[in-house]
């Protein structure tokens, strides 16, 4: 090709023109490296700028706005720049364990400086593409010496992190590499950054040691981090991303793309301005003279450069809605690309609003793809890809590449119009189930590219259709039972008095057991509460919801543990196992003037409005109040963290102030830090010890109404495991669930005033 070149002169050899030498302030040597973003834009890891400031490596202090000095070894070894530190993404350990100096892998770990000019050429972005498993890859050390490059290859990628394996030959990764790039040789592009490397013990040496493995963290992971911390700037994305790859052409497809070439684009003008526009998506120089390839190079750069011939057909659509004989041959030319590796199914523009738009509902909903994924295509194997039921947002691109290839839609289409890709209909079940604004986003980024391909408005309309009843489906309904205990001073401990109701078809509630008898063993209020169940007439097949109203100081009494398993029974049978087991407590609610309509306010927009994380960080009970109060007056879950005293501290707040889901752990000791995320995060991080299953997987995954079931999901594996990690509680107070009238009656008119 001669009209279409690459952006620079030629592909770059290796990434030194990128190289940064970060200095350490005290003896000037080399603490580390980094890698040139664009602009004024330098990244390395954290503990490199802690190596610099000589303090501890993995320490999680931010140093606030410091000055450091780099260089840039493909200038000159003595010119020194001051960079700024604009963002600090601490280490920290992973999901599920601690971390410490000796520590071999951890996550987070970045650092974002900023110089006060931009450095001159040579000096200049790299490009970069997504980290697989297989990549040859190539280190420098942080001084850019010619011979301290390091031949590694990424053996095995997971979780955004590869682990890097070299020879026995030439150099190995060490200190002074962390920070620096990887850099693909196959494919002129860096993959990630060097993080660490994991050494032998200190001790005689053994056939049985890891030998020269090291780790870095893929490109995906970085973005991903940088994006969440805000560390990127949105002008600066495009130059992050790696020019589309250059394949393999067939040449029969290419001749065959000619014809419809021709009829598009025979006027040369016309050719000029879309192969213009088409080579800045692609990150290609093109001359600016007026001049325009030839139909046959073109045909060349579209059979053989990925996202090519979706990125014209992207800027020719528009300009075909009224021309039938032009969508003709542009759909020919689009089947003609489905015969090469090259064209994949989405632009290059497409391609990445739909991947900042996924792996955004992905961080706050790991879950939803796979569920989303499984009901949009009932009847294939979902790709392996999406065999985890929980995706992190570093696979999303797999996921995306994955879904790009599959066949449309098998049902029937109008006027023999091409069929809905697979893709589109996994973001249409996306979309629908994610609701509000990005709903709407999803919705309108997958009209326009269906609208692109030449599908017709009433295959898409189907298919929105089926995504909306889905995410409007509900479990079978159960039957509903309302329980109420209480005790009297001279009761024996452990028992309480039991009133049991059952919930008739129309809401009304009919007492099952008078709470006037003798006091009751929690073994025997289970077995009475599997009889109420079993002998309601008229529900449903699914799971009985069983509503226990509790008095303020029995919030953390271990219903859902209390076995209703018969004598002459094998297998045990947890309350919370068999049934929906939700606490209430109205009597606390009741103390509050407003608070049955801040009850139904909250339960109104549960579905929208962001949890809250009440752990030691809010300041306890008057913080908590205040932020119940201003930024989440309409949060309806609240996941309170900590030791017993701060949960008797923090529960009757949420109850009082009307939030309707609140979730705690039992077994929660409190300790420093807590065990979570802060509140906008949308997660718990209740983590388990002794390989028990997580409480925070019961959290942030699926729809909000559907946690009961979750939980009982979640119950049934930790019961089974034995471990006892974690121990959950969830008051479900639905506002649209009736109390008795003896319960709503329960309550001393003195307690309305009662401070809390």
Same mark, same amino acid.
């Not at 260089?71 to 070894?77: D, E, I, K, Q, R």
């Given at each position: 090709?001669?009209?279409?070149?690459?952006?620079?002169?030629?592909?770059?050899?290796?990434?030194?023109?990128?190289?940064?030498?970060?200095?350490?302030?005290?003896?000037?040597?080399?603490?580390?490296?980094?890698?040139?973003?664009?602009?004024?834009?330098?990244?390395?890891?954290?503990?490199?700028?802690?190596?610099?400031?000589?303090?501890?490596?993995?320490?999680?202090?931010?140093?606030?706005?410091?000055?450091?000095?780099?260089?840039?070894?493909?200038?000159?070894?003595?010119?020194?720049?001051?960079?700024?530190?604009?963002?600090? !993404?601490?280490?920290?350990?992973?999901?599920?364990?601690?971390?410490?100096?000796?520590?071999?892998?951890?996550?987070?770990?970045?650092?974002?400086?900023?110089?006060?000019?931009?450095?001159?050429?040579?000096?200049? $972005?790299?490009?970069?593409?997504?980290?697989?498993?297989?990549?040859?890859?190539?280190?420098?050390?942080?001084?850019?010496?010619?011979?301290?490059?390091?031949?590694?290859?990424?053996?095995?990628?997971?979780?955004?992190?590869?682990?890097?394996?070299?020879?026995?030959?030439?150099?190995?990764?060490?200190?002074?590499?962390?920070?620096?790039?990887?850099?693909?040789?196959?494919?002129?592009?860096?993959?990630?950054?060097?993080?660490?490397?994991?050494?032998?013990?200190?001790?005689?040496?053994?056939?049985?040691?890891?030998?020269?493995?090291?780790?870095?963290?893929?490109?995906?992971?970085?973005?991903?981090?940088?994006?969440?911390?805000?560390?990127?700037?949105?002008?600066?994305?495009?130059?992050?991303?790696?020019?589309?790859? #250059?394949?393999?052409?067939?040449?029969?497809?290419?001749?065959?793309?000619?014809?419809?070439?021709?009829?598009?684009?025979?006027? $040369?003008?016309?050719?000029?301005?879309?192969?213009?526009?088409?080579?800045?998506?692609?990150?290609?120089?093109?001359?600016?003279?007026?001049?325009?390839?030839?139909?046959?190079?073109?045909?060349?750069?579209?059979?053989?450069?990925?996202?090519?011939?979706?990125?014209?057909?992207?800027?020719?659509?528009?300009?075909?809605?009224?021309?039938?004989?032009?969508?003709?041959?542009?759909?020919?030319?689009?089947?003609?690309?489905?015969?090469?590796?090259?064209?994949?199914?989405?632009?290059?523009?497409?391609?990445?609003?739909?991947?900042?738009?996924?792996?955004?509902?992905?961080?706050?909903?790991?879950?939803?793809?796979?569920?989303?994924?499984?009901?949009?295509?009932?009847?294939?194997?979902?790709?392996?890809?999406?065999?985890?039921?929980?995706?992190?947002?570093?696979?999303?691109?797999?996921?995306?590449?994955?879904?790009?290839?599959?066949?449309?839609?098998?049902?029937?289409? $109008?006027?023999?119009?091409?069929?809905?890709?697979?893709?589109?209909? #996994?973001?249409?079940?996306?979309?629908?189930?994610?609701?509000?604004?990005?709903?709407?986003?999803?919705?309108?980024?997958?009209?326009?590219?269906?609208?692109?391909?030449?599908?017709?408005?009433?295959?898409?309309?189907?298919?929105?259709?089926?995504?909306?009843?889905?995410?409007?489906?509900?479990? $079978?309904?159960?039957?509903? !039972?309302?329980?109420?205990?209480?005790?009297?001073?001279?009761?024996?401990?452990?028992?309480?008095?039991?009133?049991?109701?059952?919930?008739?078809?129309?809401?009304?509630?009919?007492?099952?057991?008078?709470?006037?008898?003798?006091?009751?063993?929690?073994?025997?209020?289970?077995?009475?509460?599997?009889?109420?169940?079993?002998?309601?007439?008229?529900?449903?097949?699914?799971?009985?919801?069983?509503?226990?109203? #509790?008095?303020?100081?029995?919030?953390?009494?271990? #219903?859902?543990?209390?076995?209703?398993?018969?004598?002459?029974?094998?297998?045990?049978?947890?309350?919370?196992?068999?049934?929906?087991?939700?606490?209430?407590?109205?009597?606390?609610?009741?103390?509050?003037?407003?608070?049955?309509?801040?009850?139904?306010?909250?339960?109104?927009?549960?579905?929208?409005?962001?949890?809250?994380?009440?752990?030691?960080?809010?300041?306890?009970?008057?913080?908590?109040?205040?932020?119940?109060?201003?930024?989440?007056?309409?949060?309806?879950?609240?996941?309170?963290?900590?030791?017993?005293?701060?949960?008797?501290?923090?529960?009757?707040?949420?109850?009082?102030?009307?939030?309707?889901?609140?979730?705690?752990?039992?077994?929660?000791?409190?300790?420093?830090?807590?065990?979570?995320?802060?509140?906008?995060?949308?997660?718990?991080?209740?983590?388990?010890?002794?390989?028990?299953?997580?409480?925070?997987?019961?959290?942030?995954?699926?729809?909000?109404?559907?946690?009961?079931?979750?939980?009982?999901?979640?119950?049934?594996?930790?019961?089974?495991?034995?471990?006892?990690?974690?121990?959950?509680?969830?008051?479900?107070?639905?506002?649209?669930?009736?109390?008795?009238?003896?319960?709503?009656?329960?309550?001393?008119?003195?307690?309305?005033?009662?401070? !809390?």
């Amino acid at each position: 090709m001669t009209w279409f070149a690459a952006a620079q002169d030629g592909p770059a050899a290796d990434a030194r023109s990128a190289l940064v030498q970060v200095l350490s302030k005290r003896q000037g040597r080399t603490a580390g490296a980094g890698v040139y973003l664009s602009g004024r834009s330098l990244l390395t890891c954290a503990h490199v700028v802690n190596a610099a400031l000589g303090v501890r490596l993995l320490s999680t202090q931010d140093p606030g706005s410091i000055v450091v000095d780099v260089a840039f070894p493909v200038l000159s070894a003595t010119r020194t720049w001051r960079a700024r530190l604009t963002a600090w !993404i601490p280490p920290r350990p992973q999901r599920y364990g601690a971390m410490g100096d000796d520590s071999l892998k951890w996550e987070g770990d970045l650092a974002v400086l900023e110089l006060d000019e931009e450095p001159p050429p040579p000096v200049g $972005p790299v490009r970069w593409l997504e980290m697989t498993s297989g990549q040859d890859v190539r280190a420098w050390y942080g001084g850019g010496q010619t011979f301290s490059y390091a031949d590694v290859r990424v053996a095995a990628y997971e979780d955004g992190v590869g682990y890097l394996d070299g020879q026995l030959s030439g150099a190995s990764i060490g200190e002074g590499y962390s920070g620096g790039p990887l850099w693909s040789m196959d494919h002129g592009a860096a993959v990630g950054l060097v993080m660490g490397r994991i050494a032998a013990p200190d001790a005689a040496f053994s056939a049985q040691h890891t030998v020269r493995r090291s780790w870095g963290l893929g490109w995906q992971s970085v973005l991903a981090e940088l994006r969440r911390a805000g560390a990127v700037p949105e002008k600066h994305l495009d130059a992050l991303w790696a020019r589309p790859a #250059v394949l393999d052409v067939d040449e029969s497809v290419r001749d065959m793309m000619v014809g419809p070439l021709h009829t598009l684009l025979g006027d $040369p003008g016309a050719r000029s301005a879309h192969a213009g526009e088409l080579a800045a998506q692609l990150r290609l120089r093109a001359p600016v003279d007026g001049t325009a390839p030839s139909v046959e190079e073109l045909a060349q750069l579209l059979s053989g450069t990925e996202r090519a011939l979706p990125t014209l057909a992207e800027s020719l659509a528009p300009k075909l809605a009224d021309d039938p004989r032009g969508r003709g041959e542009l759909d020919r030319l689009l089947a003609l690309g489905r015969l090469t590796d090259a064209a994949r199914l989405l632009s290059v523009a497409e391609h990445r609003t739909l991947l900042a738009k996924v792996e955004h509902v992905v961080r706050h909903d790991p879950g939803l793809l796979h569920r989303a994924a499984t009901a949009a295509l009932p009847y294939v194997d979902l790709p392996q890809s999406l065999q985890a039921a929980r995706l992190a947002p570093s696979a999303v691109p797999g996921v995306l590449r994955e879904l790009e290839t599959w066949y449309g839609d098998g049902s029937p289409v $109008p006027e023999e119009t091409p069929r809905l890709p697979a893709l589109l209909r #996994v973001v249409e079940y996306v979309a629908a189930e994610t609701g509000g604004m990005a709903c709407q986003a999803l919705q309108e980024w997958s009209r326009r590219v269906a609208t692109r391909l030449g599908v017709h408005p009433s295959a898409l309309h189907e298919r929105r259709a089926d995504a909306e009843r889905w995410s409007r489906r509900t479990a $079978p309904a159960g039957a509903r !039972i309302l329980v109420e205990l209480d005790r009297y001073a001279k009761d024996p401990a452990d028992h309480y008095r039991c009133s049991v109701w059952r919930l008739r078809p129309d809401g009304t509630a009919a007492r099952a057991v008078t709470g006037s008898e003798r006091p009751l063993t929690g073994r025997e209020i289970a077995r009475l509460i599997r009889e109420v169940a079993g002998g309601v007439d008229g529900t449903g097949d699914g799971v009985a919801l069983v509503a226990v109203s #509790v008095p303020p100081d029995g919030l953390e009494l271990p #219903v859902d543990e209390w076995d209703g398993a018969g004598a002459d029974e094998v297998i045990p049978a947890p309350l919370g196992e068999d049934f929906h087991l939700v606490l209430r407590c109205p009597k606390l609610r009741m103390r509050s003037r407003t608070g049955v309509s801040d009850l139904k306010r909250r339960w109104k927009v549960r579905t929208q409005s962001p949890p809250l994380l009440a752990d030691h960080t809010v300041g306890g009970r008057a913080g908590l109040i205040g932020l119940l109060k201003t930024t989440h007056r309409d949060s309806a879950r609240v996941f309170v963290q900590g030791g017993a005293e701060q949960r008797g501290e923090l529960l009757p707040v949420c109850l009082v102030m009307g939030v309707p889901i609140v979730l705690w752990d039992r077994e929660d000791r409190g300790g420093p830090g807590g065990r979570g995320n802060r509140a906008d995060d949308g997660a718990c991080g209740a983590a388990g010890s002794g390989g028990g299953p997580r409480l925070d997987a019961v959290v942030p995954e699926g729809p909000v109404d559907g946690l009961p079931e979750r939980l009982r999901h979640f119950r049934v594996r930790a019961y089974a495991h034995g471990a006892e990690s974690q121990r959950p509680a969830l008051v479900w107070e639905d506002a649209e669930l009736p109390l008795p009238d003896e319960l709503q009656l329960a309550d001393p008119s003195e307690g309305t005033e009662q401070a !809390i």
